[in-house]
Nanobody, 124 residues
Framework: QVQLVESGGGLVQAGGSLRLSCAAS????????MAWFRQGSGEEREFVAA????????YYADSVKGRFTISRDNAKNTVYLQMNSLKPEDTAVYYC?????????????????WGQGTQVTVSS
C-alpha cells in the first residue's frame, strides 16, 4: 500500500520556523521526484517546492524562495520542508506528493500520489 504521511505542521507566529516531514512507504522512494504543494482556504492548490529523485537541483515557487528549503533522505524514505521567516500568507494545508515521471514537474495535476496534508497556520 503506497502511503505518504506528512507531519510537523502547527501554529507559529510570523517570523517563526517549522519543519515539515513526509514519510513514504510502499514505493521505491529513490525512484520518485518529491514535491510540496499547499492549499489555502478557498484557493487552488499551488506548487511550493520540488526535489528530484537524485536530490540534485531543487525548485521553488517565487513566493517561498530564500525562505523554504526542500531536502530528502532516501535512506529514511523521507522528504522535508524547512520553512523559515514564515508569513501569515503561508497559512495553508501543506501536502507532499510523489511522481516517477522522467522529468520533474511542478504542476499538481501531474502528481498521482499524495499525502493527507498537514495544517500550517501563521499568526500575525
Amino acid at each position: 500500500q503506497v502511503q505518504l504521511v506528512e507531519s510537523g505542521g502547527g501554529l507559529v507566529q510570523a517570523g517563526g520556523s517549522l519543519r515539515l516531514s513526509c514519510a513514504a512507504s510502499g514505493l521505491t522512494f529513490s525512484n520518485y521526484h518529491m514535491a510540496w504543494f499547499r492549499q489555502g482556504s478557498g484557493e487552488e492548490r499551488e506548487f511550493v517546492a520540488a526535489i528530484p529523485w537524485s536530490g540534485g537541483n531543487t525548485y521553488y515557487a517565487d513566493s517561498v524562495k530564500g525562505r523554504f528549503t526542500i531536502s530528502r533522505d532516501n535512506a529514511k524514505n523521507t522528504v522535508y520542508l524547512q520553512m523559515n521567516s514564515l508569513k501569515p500568507e503561508d497559512t495553508a494545508v501543506y501536502y507532499c506528493a510523489a511522481d516517477d515521471s522522467i522529468k520533474l514537474v511542478t504542476t499538481y495535476r501531474l502528481y498521482d500520489i499524495w499525502g493527507q496534508g498537514t495544517q500550517v497556520t501563521v499568526s500575525s
